[in-house]
């Protein structure tokens, strides 16, 4: 990282260097910036080998962290007003419980409605922001 650092320091002189369109410092430019590729791509080709590959997420203890995390309060907000939201996220990490036993223990809301509004799969399913044979939007 740091040869890159540097390599890009050395470009970005060099393009300051280029008085009158000459581009004396062409070479200089063309050099660190494959050198640089050249790096970064034995970098990731070695992080890929050494570090990702074989590498399984544990569904088992995402889904125990997703349920411990009190951010699952904004889930709430349109169901019952972000005050109340808000108030549930505090009980639960008072009372070191999670978001889902706080609501179970207050009886805000039945089993299927917790189910439906804690369904994990639909919050990181990505949802396209246009109509079908619209142009999106963004």
Excluded: H, W
């Excluded at 004396?24 to 970098?43: G, T």
């Amino acid at each position: 990282c740091g040869q890159v650092i540097g390599n890009d320091t050395a470009i970005t002189l060099g393009g300051l260097s280029g008085n009158f369109e000459l581009n004396v410092m062409m070479p200089l430019i063309a050099f660190n910036l494959l050198e640089s590729i050249r790096l970064l791509s034995n970098a990731i080709e070695n992080f890929t080998e050494r570090c990702i590959k074989g590498l399984e997420a544990d569904k088992q203890r995402c889904r125990e962290m997703v349920e411990k995390s009190l951010a699952l309060a904004t889930v709430l907000t349109p169901k019952v007003g972000y005050d109340e939201a808000s108030r549930i996220a505090k009980e639960a990490y008072e009372q070191k419980r999670t978001i889902r036993e706080q609501i179970e223990k207050e009886g805000l809301f039945s089993k299927e409605e917790m189910d439906q509004l804690f369904d994990f799969q639909s919050m990181i399913s990505f949802q396209r922001p246009y109509k079908k044979n619209k142009r999106p939007i963004y």
